[in-house]
């Protein structure tokens, strides 16, 4: 998660204050779900449980297509992986494998479950430092491109190559610049081994190129890190490594929650006063990042990297091609949590806002276990007519715990909140959803639910039945 420092001119304001509003942007199809199939959702909710997740497959595919027509657009190859672990439904994977996209996996459990899902293995990428043996194993078997994140894990990679008389692919994790004290990676003099390496034994490791981690969503970052590994590659390949003619740019594109003018006025006028028990938070995820997703792709692409040339001429000119991982961009949209309201504690005559506990936890919407705040304001699927007036509050979980709260920022909602009502939050497909669910309080894990929109019709099925 990056830092976004709060704006220090900041506005107190009274305890009934829900401060400035934050609501989710949506997608076409997120609206139609909204306005064509409110029932649908309310009942979807009754039969399966609450938290339920809507997985929406065909805005990931479209999120998909868009980052491939940018790669197009400034005439490179650039092939896609998703990475896995941002969430974990099986129609994800399965949606790769339709639209003949890879998979990035850290794990032995994604990628049985990758390959399970008809990714062939040479199209899955393993990342991860230090990986396990079975891990090396099973990848090595399956041909997948292997990011190698350390000299020891690159000899025990060589090893069971022999072993096996399998060649090894792989790239090499170099440590950005800008992050030397990140403990992923290798240093340039690592890097300089690891070639050595790869060179004296071509018929056990097979060099395709190289990549780096970078945490943040700085695009400038990623464009100095991709030139630096763009002129290594080509050295590299100079020297006799002939497959070496991949760069890695990894993941890390921005989404855009919120509008950026709504983002920017919530940030000169947060306050703690905005807030369940004066609670405050150092930083937050960039939810109103201007450029995002395939357009913060195509930034890295057209930014120059010699002269006007950019990184994408650069690359084409020399015939070597980019692999992207993004996880949270390729779920922008593509997934919503539905909560059922299960009690209200009416406090606006002492307090100025209501508080509501919902039906699940905090533990189904990460933000908060990083000790931030997922921003973007829940929508209100009211049970039963009711006429407008505003209704200010914040929203807990029905867990024993002070700080199991789903939302500790007042939101004003435009009708009273009852119980038996929905609370949708909206875009929490990318990590938000599943990444620390647990079954405390002895709570089963909450269903996915597959959606798919065809004209006015709605169609669903439980994740992993398809
Ligand atoms: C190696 C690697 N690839 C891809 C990603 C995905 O990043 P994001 O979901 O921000 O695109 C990560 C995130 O930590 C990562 O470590």
Same mark, same amino acid.
Request: hydrophobic share 40%; aromatic share 6%; with cysteine.
């Given at each position: 998660?990056?830092?976004?420092?709060?704006?220090?001119?900041?506005?107190?304001?009274?305890?009934?204050?829900?401060?400035?509003?934050?609501?989710?942007?949506?997608?076409?199809?997120?609206?139609?779900?909204?306005?064509?199939?409110?029932?649908?959702?309310?009942?979807?909710? @009754?039969?399966?449980?609450?938290?339920?997740?809507?997985?929406?497959? *065909?805005?990931?595919? %479209?999120?998909?297509?868009?980052?491939?027509?940018?790669?197009? *657009?400034?005439?490179?190859?650039?092939?896609?992986?998703?990475?896995?672990?941002? #969430?974990?439904?099986?129609?994800?994977?399965?949606?790769?494998?339709?639209?003949?996209?890879?998979?990035?996996?850290?794990?032995?459990? &994604?990628?049985?479950?990758?390959?399970?899902?008809?990714?062939?293995? !040479?199209?899955?990428?393993?990342?991860?430092?230090?990986?396990?043996?079975?891990?090396?194993?099973?990848?090595?078997?399956?041909?997948?491109?292997?990011?190698?994140?350390?000299?020891?894990?690159?000899?025990?990679? *060589?090893?069971?190559?022999?072993? +096996?008389?399998?060649?090894?692919?792989?790239?090499?994790?170099?440590?950005?610049?800008? $992050?030397?004290?990140?403990?992923?990676?290798?240093?340039?003099?690592?890097?300089?081994?690891?070639?050595?390496?790869?060179?004296?034994?071509?018929?056990?490791?097979?060099?395709?190129?190289?990549?780096?981690?970078?945490?943040?969503?700085?695009?400038?970052?990623?464009?100095?890190?991709?030139?630096?590994?763009?002129?290594?590659?080509?050295?590299?390949?100079?020297?006799?490594?002939?497959?070496?003619?991949?760069? #890695?740019?990894? %993941?890390?594109?921005?989404?855009?929650?919120?509008?950026?003018?709504?983002?920017?006025?919530?940030?000169?006028?947060?306050?703690?006063?905005?807030?369940?028990?004066?609670?405050?938070?150092?930083?937050?995820?960039?939810?109103?990042?201007?450029?995002?997703?395939?357009?913060?792709?195509?930034?890295?692409?057209?930014?120059?990297?010699?002269?006007?040339?950019?990184?994408?001429?650069?690359?084409?000119?020399?015939?070597?091609?980019?692999?992207?991982?993004?996880?949270?961009?390729?779920?922008?949209?593509?997934?919503?949590?539905?909560?059922?309201?299960?009690?209200?504690?009416?406090?606006?005559?002492?307090?100025?806002?209501?508080?509501?506990?919902?039906?699940?936890?905090?533990?189904?919407?990460?933000?908060?276990?990083?000790?931030?705040?997922?921003?973007?304001?829940?929508?209100?699927? !009211?049970?039963?007519?009711?006429?407008?007036?505003?209704?200010?509050?914040?929203?807990?979980?029905?867990?024993?715990? &002070?700080? @199991?709260?789903?939302?500790?920022?007042?939101?004003?909602?435009?009708?009273?909140?009852?119980?038996? @009502?929905?609370?949708?939050?909206?875009?929490?497909?990318?990590?938000?959803?599943?990444?620390?669910?647990? !079954?405390? $309080?002895?709570?089963?894990?909450?269903?996915?639910?597959?959606?798919?929109?065809?004209?006015?019709?709605? +169609?669903?099925?439980? @994740?992993?039945?398809?």
């Amino acid at each position: 998660m990056s830092v976004m420092q709060l704006a220090n001119d900041a506005t107190p304001c009274d305890a009934a204050c829900p401060g400035t509003p934050l609501p989710s942007l949506r997608h076409p199809q997120v609206e139609a779900l909204l306005r064509q199939h409110p029932e649908a959702l309310h009942s979807l909710v @009754d039969g399966l449980g609450s938290p339920l997740h809507l997985m929406l497959p *065909q805005v990931f595919t %479209g999120n998909v297509q868009r980052f491939q027509r940018t790669f197009e *657009q400034h005439a490179v190859d650039g092939a896609l992986l998703y990475a896995k672990k941002a #969430n974990k439904a099986d129609c994800l994977v399965r949606a790769c494998s339709q639209q003949g996209i890879g998979v990035d996996v850290a794990s032995l459990g &994604e990628l049985e479950k990758t390959l399970g899902g008809g990714v062939p293995g !040479p199209r899955i990428g393993i990342s991860g430092p230090e990986k396990s043996q079975r891990l090396l194993e099973l990848g090595l078997s399956h041909q997948c491109l292997l990011a190698i994140d350390s000299l020891n894990e690159l000899r025990r990679l *060589q090893q069971l190559a022999h072993d +096996r008389g399998q060649a090894a692919r792989l790239t090499l994790r170099q440590r950005p610049e800008s $992050h030397a004290d990140s403990r992923f990676g290798l240093s340039p003099a690592e890097c300089a081994q690891a070639i050595a390496l790869c060179r004296e034994d071509p018929r056990g490791l097979r060099l395709e190129g190289f990549s780096f981690h970078l945490g943040g969503y700085s695009c400038e970052q990623r464009v100095e890190a991709a030139a630096q590994l763009l002129t290594l590659c080509i050295d590299t390949r100079a020297s006799g490594l002939d497959h070496c003619r991949r760069i #890695n740019l990894g %993941g890390g594109f921005a989404v855009q929650y919120v509008s950026p003018q709504a983002w920017e006025r919530f940030r000169q006028h947060n306050h703690p006063t905005h807030y369940h028990a004066g609670k405050s938070f150092s930083d937050f995820y960039p939810y109103g990042a201007p450029r995002a997703c395939a357009e913060a792709l195509a930034d890295i692409l057209a930014a120059p990297v010699e002269g006007t040339i950019s990184l994408a001429q650069q690359a084409a000119r020399h015939g070597i091609d980019f692999i992207i991982e993004p996880g949270r961009a390729l779920l922008d949209q593509a997934g919503i949590s539905a909560f059922r309201v299960q009690g209200v504690k009416d406090r606006r005559d002492s307090d100025g806002y209501a508080l509501v506990t919902v039906q699940g936890s905090s533990f189904s919407l990460s933000e908060q276990w990083f000790n931030s705040e997922y921003l973007p304001e829940p929508v209100l699927l !009211p049970a039963s007519p009711r006429e407008p007036e505003p209704f200010i509050a914040c929203i807990g979980g029905s867990t024993c715990l &002070e700080a @199991d709260m789903l939302t500790w920022r007042k939101i004003r909602f435009a009708h009273p909140v009852r119980p038996g @009502d929905l609370l949708l939050y909206l875009n929490t497909a990318g990590y938000q959803m599943d990444s620390n669910e647990s !079954p405390f $309080h002895e709570a089963r894990l909450p269903h996915k639910v597959v959606i798919e929109l065809d004209g006015g019709a709605l +169609r669903w099925q439980l @994740d992993g039945l398809a």
